[in-house]
């Protein structure tokens, strides 16, 4: 309001006024917002208020509900009550629902109250004598005191009992109040109600509303404030607004606009929330129109926090603290008056309203308080008064020259309502903190403050907290254990403080101070105190004094307190940190523009010791025109003149890097890319990646020109263009340019054809990259609010947070920034399982991703700065901060920024004159500007091409940038240095301009031959000397080049202190430092969490384990040498220097041992000057020097002891030691001068010492203000840096004070959930609508976030994932099939039978009956199987090729990668919307709606009832054939034999799977084409939930809970069995309907889970169908066109077994020849049940059981017939199958490797028994052992193995025999073989002895006999009389390695005699 300080401000219910004001804004029709702050009443002297009271009360509540225009006398408008729901009950005194409501009607009926509720009366206008009864929470009331009420609402109606109402205005409608004004519980609740002893209810006592009846005058503000804005918390820690724009503090700062108003000539007059001071007039009833500017202040005293009640609607809101950011300028001649503020202003921004009369509410209470004349002048600072407890008095007079600020009262209020914060956590009532401890606290925090510490908020925050919780540590223990103690230990409180001990006891506190903290008691008010404060100023006498405490302790029982800050240092801090970054650019060009600066120039040309510095400057111009006599001068011109001729020299330190990926980014990369998947995989069908064919990108970027070219170089040589095949191989820069998009006023355009594009192409996955995320977070409400603003305000959110972005199902958005803390908040969109983090370094010690490069970021800047180590990296100016101090004194009207660029730019001009020869300049700068200035100018002179290096000077604020670069290249140009380095002034909106003359040099450097090129982006800046002149108020991603070798920070404003301003500011000298050197390592440092210790994944916590200690390899990559003083060898003196004479460090450099040790580093000590050198002028130094060779630098630590440089390099130097690596340790102890160093002599200065060298070697060195240098490197006691712990971003505040500390430990993970849970956007950020509060629902599901330290390759990560996401999208498309040849096919015998036609479709039944069985498997998988021999099959041994060890066996087959067709099956992974129905997700099914029916058959085998069950989904129940009535499952339908529709597949498809319910290919919808057809899946009992989970529309048959170990034999014993028996209960039904048994159609299909595509062989015969000579071609078909063609075989029910080919790459034309084949059939079988009904599987088997079933159907006389023309690919599914079958030792602990030897022992051994099924461990053991039971058997394969009714496979090495006992069963003939062995397994009453004698075994043959016991193998060597002929002994007898109650498998082996 800026206006008359004319009352005091309702604090008290400030929050519940403007907090009922966004209420009735947001429910109010009409669309102009309500003032707030016109709300708020100045409380007038209880006097007035009395005399007053009655006649305003009425008057003052219809304004506050009238809805106030822009024209400062609107009339109020009614309050609009919502309209009754239809038919209810409207009667007065009863509730909607009809209840009766009055007191009267109520009074002796019981009242069922919930527990924490009271009855209060209501007034209702309409019904003036009665009371209607309410139940309302209590904690909603006020207190006795008329305190402590919670914002809000929550109550019950007594009559219909409804609950829950958290409105009072929905309430109120309840209960038909019917009012006219807004409806507010102050008002409208009046009384409590209470029980008489005879039990009737009546009224109470009044509800004690402090201040409602005691309101001011209230007059409607010129202004319009939106419902938009609640009021936010303060929003900067001390000492300061940033000095950067951050729009998302600033509701209505609109990003762009800071600088778009013209700077007006009237004074701005700045909203304020609070009394305003004028002069101490009355205030005006006008002022002159003015432009308004309304920006919240970010506060002074620390992020004020508020741990408050319960929110209610506006969860941005802290309800407790009106905090303020006091003390806002407003410009103009002698009228710039302070204001007090509280949190915000609530003004559009400069420009955006007209103007308007404001007018000013008129209030007095008490005595003023007359604020001297020429405070300012006489105190040099305007003293900041904070207040504190009670009322505060009135100021008048010179107000200009105090700040008044309500910060610390808000903190005083936040703590208070700490323990309310515990009671909502079921802690019992607690009570608060009292005002007199906390106003002791503070004494004794300030009293501990340094005389250079600035006091803040925060810290004042947790030590309340810490002693509020000490003193109640037993009572909140078990909500929350106690935190670490953050500062340093104040005294207890152990008894209460009372008001009467507190003026003495803090007088004792502040007694020990030195007077840096005084003491006013009054007696009477703070008046009194203020008035002898002002008094002491003006005589001066508080020249010592800090702060003074003003303390009134009259007041019954209460205190009035105020602190006010007279510390020069720390009020001028303190009163300009008040000010927002708009104000401050304004303040900063008044001062520029109204030449006040000038002042300050004449007082530097006093300084100058020979008169004006340009007095100097023109005479040196003049003494060296025409003839350059500086020999400085001389070399570089000649060399520069040189190189322009054209002999370019060469220097080998500059070399261009090329464009790689590094290991970091890739693995970044890899995250991102498994994220998307996760997005993918979910089954929330958010993001269907199958259904993309491609990727596309937009990168979103700040409106720097810069950033801009700098992604458009990234995106151009990463060739993401080329791979995602965007772009063709010749492209131009025009059409790079389509990719990337800078967010400035030409934005919208290019946006809107991006999703036109997304739009039109749904098969293309387009990615949104919001690059430097966290830079725009305003909200586009503003915009639309103020639609005359700046366009670029809100564009972020207007474009990438629209809803056509949210809404489209192919764009992802991904946000990529350094500090993502604005984006962590509670409301955020962002889920946290989509935040990927940049990964540690270091993980356990091990190198996680070993780099040639190491980053060094802020943690590693910090750690440079710890004891022991070599001059730091991070550094203050001492001697240019004692100068501003100074100024600042002296100048106290003027900004601090002025006068610190003012100084800093007269410290670089004299440098520059000191090294250009004026040495007597050499004490007008520091020491630290004198060894930047020296090493730039002289680094060209080191290198042969005339390399150099950057120095980066910072100046955030525009227009003092631009006086900087002019007084800068002036100074230069009289320097007659123009040619020696370039200055270059860059400012986000422009691009780089640098003079001809050194764009001719980088382009001779680079080699370019383009006359056009211009350097277009920092980087390409490499290795030019220059000062780059950083301006804008933030950076924007600018990447800086390697060459830069300081980073000037000493004129960031302090005010920076938010932890992403600060870190972005340093996180401009982030920087690659080469690791190929050997780096010494330091001590482990603390680092700042956002660094890269600390940031990893969010899906590996593994890497996030950063373990602490001393572990130097992990935490220090770079070793901690001096940073540049060697730069140019012969600079004279390059660091701080405490005292003129400085101390001595070594110039030379040392590597560690890269073995030595790592815990810490061996002490060295530097060699001192000799005395000569000591006592020379530093001009003597420099000639010194560069004679002697080495260079010997002196220099002090800013710390307070000098830190030697204990570093001597050997690499790659221009210093070269002769000493050996291993001796250049020097190895003295603590600081003796006798350290071993070479001797002078032995040190050779190189010529050319290029600057570039250093520059891979070494980050730049960092100059900081010594505030922001402190808040850096000072760390709290857990050892966490205390940057960290400041209110992360301008545009969020802390959710409550109530909070813990960010620990040092966290990882960014941890963080980012701390930032989530305990920060809120404030109401101008674009999340501040969305409501998260942790709901998942509320997060966007296709949004990620990327964070990583600055400058370490974020922008390679990103694009790198498009390249790899682009390749898994094609990936996705392909599969890996396996693709190996047939084996054995030279032992297949040549026939002479052919078939007659090539081509013919089917096979000819009668002929092929005439084909001979091959019995050799041919399958590749059975690569390492037993041979089966025939009779007609002479095997050499030489015929079986090379065997694989079995290790191999599953690791190297062969596979090929294959590009799904439209016909493939697919995997739990694939959804296109054709699928959705087939895989259940469609309207019509229910998810999982699906029914189990059991089904029992018998099976005599098994001896028992087999019990199955079917899952059987709802959609596929006609499948089916169920009982009328009881829906009992009968039978699965089967089609008829003559059915020939070609709608569907006859043959059920059976589909056997374990361990694969996200991998196997079950989805066959279009395999099949969409043909109809019944797929069913056989899984295991344990199995069948997940299954079912994953495919819930396919049916499932349940093997029974005894197959659960079982193999694959099991699943195919049952499957046959089952649809055996249902064939016979088909016939059975349809028989009765008239059909014949026959024509029931027999076949089953049997699949494997990995079957992914089939294809045909086409043969071309050339016309002639007859001839033998063709050509054959293969194509991709469906699986319906292969089943259709299969099933229309004439004769088809005469084969037993049909299958097909296994596909192969290599398939030769021999194998397609025949097109029918009677052979083994594999994989995928179409088996015939009929036939087949006396054949069964081996139920036990787990390996090679179908090469034993196709064996026994051969034996039966049964066609096995095979389409060659037909071809199965199966994919290689690396999970589940036969792998899930792990044989482990049954001992649990037992963690040795079980090999395949083990698996059999001997019975009653004490052998370790093993966890697996008996058979498995016996098929294993004969597969890997068999050689051990048949040793003569082994590569003989003349003499095979006889097996008897079952396959065993005994390995690759033996051959068998295959015969079936069965009667009438086809054999070959063994006469001719002389077996070497015989094995029988489990064999039955078929075999027997007689059977046995038919076969001949060689002399010494084995026998292995296998049975289910020891008994049963006794009883058949009996019955098969084997003594007869076999030889036994009792050692030869073996078990399987299993328990007793495994059962296990016994063996017994003999020799035949």
């Known amino acids: ?188 609740l009046k009384y409590y109600l209470v029980r008489s002893a005879q039990g009737a209810l009546s009224k109470g006592p009044l509800i004690c509303w402090k201040g409602s009846e005691f309101r001011g005058r209230q007059t409607p503000a010129g202004f319009c404030s939106g419902s938009l804005f609640p009021p936010l918390d303060s929003s900067g820690p001390l000492a300061a607004s940033s000095s950067e724009p951050t729009p998302g503090a600033n509701p209505s700062v609109l990003t762009g606009a800071q600088q778009a108003g013209p700077a007006s000539d009237h004074p701005s007059l700045t909203a304020a929330t609070g009394p305003s001071i004028f002069n101490g007039k009355d205030s005006p009833k006008h002022q002159p129109k003015s432009k308004l500017l309304a920006t919240p202040r970010p506060s002074a005293l620390g992020i004020l926090t508020n741990s408050g009640p319960p929110k209610k609607r506006h969860k941005g809101w802290s309800p407790e603290s009106p905090s303020a950011t006091d003390g806002s300028y407003s410009q103009g001649g002698g009228n710039r008056a302070k204001c007090e503020s509280a949190s915000m202003s609530y003004m559009p921004q400069v420009g955006l309203v007209g103007p308007a009369s404001v007018t000013f509410p008129v209030v007095a209470s008490g005595e003023p308080v007359s604020v001297p004349d020429n405070l300012l002048k006489i105190c040099k600072a305007k003293p900041v008064i904070f207040k504190g407890h009670g009322n505060f008095p009135y100021l008048c007079g010179n107000l200009n020259d105090v700040v008044v600020s309500p910060l610390l009262y808000t903190c005083y209020q936040n703590s208070q309502s700490i323990s309310r914060a515990y009671e909502q956590y079921g802690a019992s009532t607690i009570q608060p ?216 020299p060469t220097c080998t330190s500059y070399t261009l890097e090329p464009h790689h990926i590094r290991p970091f980014q890739l693995a970044v990369a890899q995250k991102l890319l498994s994220h998307v998947c996760s997005i993918a995989d979910s089954s929330t069908q958010n993001l269907d990646l199958g259904s993309f064919e491609k990727v596309d990108f937009l990168i979103c970027i700040p409106p720097s020109e810069v950033t801009y070219q700098q992604t458009l170089f990234h995106v151009w040589h990463s060739g993401v263009l080329l791979e995602l095949g965007l772009e063709k191989e010749h492209m131009t820069k025009q059409r790079v340019e389509q990719y990337v998009l800078k967010l400035d006023a030409e934005a919208q355009t290019k946006f809107k054809s991006f999703l036109q594009n997304s739009f039109q192409n749904p098969h293309t996955l387009f990615v949104l990259i919001h690059d430097h995320a966290h830079w725009d977070l305003v909200s586009s409400t503003v915009h639309n609010l103020y639609s005359q603003s700046d366009p670029s305000v809100g564009l972020v959110d207007r474009l990438l947070n629209c809803r056509e972005v949210k809404e489209a199902s192919n764009i992802v958005t991904l946000h990529v920034t350094s500090f993502p803390y604005a984006l962590q908040t509670q409301h955020t969109l962002i889920s946290p399982y989509n935040e990927i983090h940049w990964p540690a370094s270091y993980n356990n010690g091990a190198d996680l991703y070993p780099e040639n490069k190491k980053y060094f970021g802020l943690s590693e800047f910090i750690e440079s700065t710890l004891s022991g180590h070599s001059l730091p990296l991070l550094r203050y100016d001492s001697s240019f901060e004692a100068m501003v101090t100074v100024l600042g004194k002296r100048f106290p009207r003027l900004h601090s920024a002025v006068i610190r660029t003012f100084v800093l730019v007269q410290h670089y001009a004299a440098a520059m004159m000191a090294v250009s020869g004026l040495s007597q300049m050499k004490n007008c700068t520091s020491v630290e500007t004198l060894e930047i200035t020296q090493n730039l100018i002289n680094s060209p002179k080191q290198c042969p091409c005339g390399h150099g290096l950057m120095v980066l000077l910072r100046v955030p604020c525009s227009p003092l940038a631009a006086v900087a670069y002019e007084r800068l290249a002036h100074v230069r140009a009289r320097l007659a240095l123009e040619q020696h380095f370039e200055i270059i002034l860059s400012n986000p909106s422009s691009g780089i301009t640098v003079g001809k003359h050194f764009v001719k040099q980088l382009k001779m450097w680079k080699k370019i031959e383009d006359a056009e090129w211009r350097p277009q982006t920092y980087l390409e800046l490499e290795g030019l000397p220059c000062i780059l002149i950083f301006s804008g108020m933030d950076p924007h991603g600018e990447s800086l080049p390697r060459s830069l070798r300081y980073c000037d920070l000493r004129l960031i404003n302090s005010s920076c202190l938010v932890r992403t301003a600060l870190e972005q500011e340093l996180g401009l000298a982030a920087y690659f430092v080469s690791n190929q050197i050997p780096l010494e390592k330091g001590v482990c440092g603390e680092a700042l969490e956002s660094d890269t210790e600390k940031l990893s994944s969010t899906d590996s916590e593994d890497e996030e384990l950063a373990t602490e200690g001393s572990t130097a390899e992990k935490r220090s990559p770079v070793k901690r040498e001096r940073p540049c003083s060697h730069d140019s060898t012969s600079s004279p003196l390059s660091s701080k220097a405490s005292s003129k004479s400085a101390g001595s460090a070594l110039c030379g450099e040392s590597s560690a041992q890269p073995g030595g040790p790592s815990q810490g580093e061996q002490a060295r000590t530097p060699q001192p000057c000799s005395p000569s050198e000591e006592g020379r002028a530093p001009g003597d130094k420099q000639r010194l020097r560069a004679s002697q060779g080495p260079a010997v630098v002196h220099r002090h630590s800013p710390g307070p002891a ?197 081509s013919d479709p089917w096979p000819d039944l009668e002929l092929f009956k005439t084909l001979p069985f091959d019995y050799i498997i041919h399958d590749p998988k059975y690569e390492d199987a037993s041979l089966i021999c025939s009779h007609h099959q002479a095997i050499k041994t030489e015929d079986r090729g090379p065997s694989r060890r079995p290790e191999d066996l599953y690791l190297r087959r062969q596979t090929a990668r294959m590009r799904l067709s439209k016909y493939a099956a697919y995997n739990t992974y694939h959804h296109c919307e054709q699928c959705h129905q087939y895989m259940g997700f469609h309207p019509r099914y229910q998810l999982y709606e699906s029914t189990l029916h059991a089904f029992a058959f018998s099976y005599s085998m098994l001896g028992e009832e087999i019990q199955l069950h079917f899952i ?82 396919h049916i499932m048959l349940v093997l029974p809970s005894i197959f659960n170990s079982a193999g694959v034999g099991a699943a195919h014993f049952l499957i046959k069995e089952l649809s055996y028996h249902n064939l016979e209960l088909e016939r059975s039904r349809q028989e009765e309907l008239g059909i014949k048994p026959q024509d029931i159609w027999p076949f089953i299909v049997i699949s494997d889970d990995s079957c992914v595509m089939w294809n045909v062989v086409d043969i071309d ?293």
């Not at 050319?1248 to 490197?1273: G, H, I």
């Not at 409501?1331 to 976030?1345: I, K, Q, T």
């Not at 028994?1809 to 053991?1821: S, T, V």
Request: with cysteine.
């Open 1202 to 1398: 000098p830190q030697p440089d204990s570093s001597l390099r050997t690499s790659q130097r221009s210093v070269q030691v002769s000493v050996t690596p291993s001796s250049s340790q020097l190895s003295s102890s603590g600081s003796s001068s006798s350290s071993t160093v070479p001797a002078a002599g032995t040190l050779v200065l190189q010529a050319s010492r290029c600057s570039m060298t250093k520059a891979c070697q070494q980050p730049p060195v960092v100059f900081l203000p010594k505030l922001v240098y402190d808040m850096v490197t000072s760390t709290d006691s857990s050892g966490l840096p205390k940057a960290a712990s400041l209110l992360p971003s301008h545009s969020v505040m802390w959710a409550s004070s109530f909070r813990p500390l960010l620990s040092k430990t966290m990882t960014s993970t941890e963080q980012s959930l701390y930032y989530r849970q305990w920060t809120v956007p404030r109401p101008s950020h674009m999340d501040y609508g969305n409501r998260a509060e942790g709901r998942v629902d509320s997060f966007h599901p296709r949004r990620l976030l990327l964070s990583g330290p600055p400058q370490i390759g974020k922008t390679g990560a990103y694009l790198q994932f498009l390249s790899i996401l682009s390749r898994m999208l094609i990936r996705l498309t392909e599969v890996d099939v396996y693709d190996e040849e047939e084996i054995n096919i030279n032992l297949r015998e040549e026939s002479e039978w052919h078939y007659l036609q090539l």
């Open 1 to 188: 309001m800026g206006n008359s300080y004319a009352g005091q401000l309702k604090t008290t219910r400030f929050e519940e006024v403007l907090h009922n004001s966004i209420e009735a804004s947001l429910r109010s029709n009409s669309l102009v917002p309500r003032p707030i702050f016109s709300q708020l009443y100045l409380e007038a002297e209880r006097h007035l208020s009395a005399l007053e009271g009655s006649s305003r009360v009425d008057h003052e509540e219809e304004e506050e509900e009238g809805d106030v225009g822009l024209e400062p006398n609107c009339p109020p408008n009614t309050y609009q009550m919502l309209p009754p729901p239809e038919g209810c009950c409207t009667t007065d005194g009863f509730c909607q629902a009809g209840k009766d409501l009055r007191l009267a009607s109520l009074s002796s009926e019981p009242i069922d109250v919930p527990a924490g509720f009271l009855l209060v009366g209501a007034k209702s206008p309409s019904l003036p004598d009665h009371l209607l009864v309410c139940a309302v929470d209590k904690r909603f009331l006020p207190d006795d005191s008329g305190h402590n009420a919670l914002l809000g609402f929550s109550g019950n109606c007594v009559g219909c009992g409804k609950k829950g109402f958290c409105y009072f205005t929905e309430f109120s409608n309840h209960i038909n109040l019917k009012l006219t004004t807004q409806p507010k519980k102050q008002k409208h």
């Open 1661 to 1953: 015969c050339g016309g002639e169908r007859s001839s033998r000579e063709f050509s054959w071609s293969e194509r991709n078909v469906s699986l319906k066109y292969i089943m259709q063609h299969i099933e229309a075989s004439p004769n088809i029910t005469h084969y037993a077994l049909i299958g097909m080919r296994k596909w192969s790459s290599k398939t030769a034309s021999g194998e397609v020849r025949e097109p029918f084949s009677r052979c083994h059939v594999h994989d995928f079988i179409v088996l015939n049940v009929d036939l087949t009904q006396n054949v069964q599987y081996n139920q036990n088997r787990f390996l090679c059981d179908d090469v034993d079933f196709n064996l026994r159907v051969q034996s039966a006389g049964l066609l096995l017939c095979r389409f060659n023309r037909f071809s199965v690919m199966k994919k290689q599914i690396a999970v589940g199958g036969h792998r899930s079958f792990h044989i482990t030792s049954k001992v649990a602990d037992n963690p040795m490797t079980i090999v395949p030897a083990q698996y059999i022992c001997a019975p009653d051994s004490k052998h370790t028994f093993l966890a697996a099924p008996a058979q498995l461990l016996l098929e294993k053991f004969l597969q890997h052992h068999s050689h051990h039971f048949f040793p003569l058997s082994l590569k003989n394969h003349g003499h095979p193995v006889l097996l008897v009714d079952c396959y065993l496979n005994l390995g690759s090495q033996i051959s068998v025999c295959y015969v079936s006992s069965r009667p009438h069963s086809l054999n070959i003939s063994c006469s001719d073989f002389m077996f070497s062995g015989l094995l029988l397994y489990l064999c039955d009453s078929f075999v027997g002895a007689s059977f046995l004698k038919k076969f001949h075994f060689l002399k010494d043959a084995t026998l292995c006999v296998i049975c289910q016991d020891r008994n049963s193998l006794r009883q058949t060597v009996v019955r098969l009389e084997l003594e007869d002929e076999w030889q036994f002994r009792l050692r030869d007898e073996f078990q399987t390695a299993n328990a007793k109650e495994d059962r296990p498998l016994f063996f017994l082996t003999g020799r035949h005699i």
């Open 433 to 648: 903190i009292s005002e007199e401890t906390q106003l002791l606290l503070t004494v004794y925090y300030l009293v501990q403050l340094a005389a250079d510490q600035v006091p803040m908020m925060e810290d004042l925050e947790q030590i309340f907290l810490r002693s509020w919780r000490e003193s109640h540590l037993t009572e909140i223990r078990q909500y929350q254990q106690a935190a670490p103690q953050p500062f340093p230990p104040v005294p207890g409180v152990v008894a209460p403080v009372t008001s009467a001990q507190l003026p003495w006891l803090a007088g004792l506190a502040a007694s020990s101070c030195n007077d840096s903290v005084h003491i006013i008691e009054c007696t009477y008010s703070l008046a009194e105190g203020l008035s002898e404060m002002f008094r002491l100023l003006v005589e001066g006498k508080l020249a010592k004094t800090n702060y003074v405490v003003i303390i009134c302790a009259c007041r019954n029982a209460a205190i009035d307190s105020c602190i006010a800050v007279t510390g020069k240092y720390q009020a001028r801090i303190l009163s300009e940190s008040l000010l927002t970054p708009a104000e401050y650019q304004k303040e900063v060009n008044y001062e520029l523009v109204t030449g006040k600066v000038d002042s300050l120039g004449a007082f530097f040309s006093t300084l100058c010791p020979e008169g004006d510095i340009d007095i100097l400057l023109d005479k040196f111009h003049q003494e060296n025109q025409g003839h350059i006599s500086s020999s400085l001068t001389a070399s570089s011109v000649t060399k520069s003149a040189s190189l322009d001729v054209g002999g370019a």
């Open 1512 to 1593: 059987i989904p709802k959609s596929k129940e006609h499948h089916f054939v169920f009982s009328q009535p009881g829906g009992q499952l009968e039978s699965m339908r089967l089609p008829l034999v003559t059915d020939k529709s070609h709608e569907y597949i006859k043959s059920p498809t059976f589909t056997p799977t374990t361990g694969r319910h996200e991998h196997g290919l079950f989805n066959l919808y279009h395999a099949m084409d969409g043909a109809s057809h019944l797929h069913v899946l056989v899984v295991k009992e344990y199995e069948m939930a997940i299954y079912k989970k994953y495919w819930p529309n």
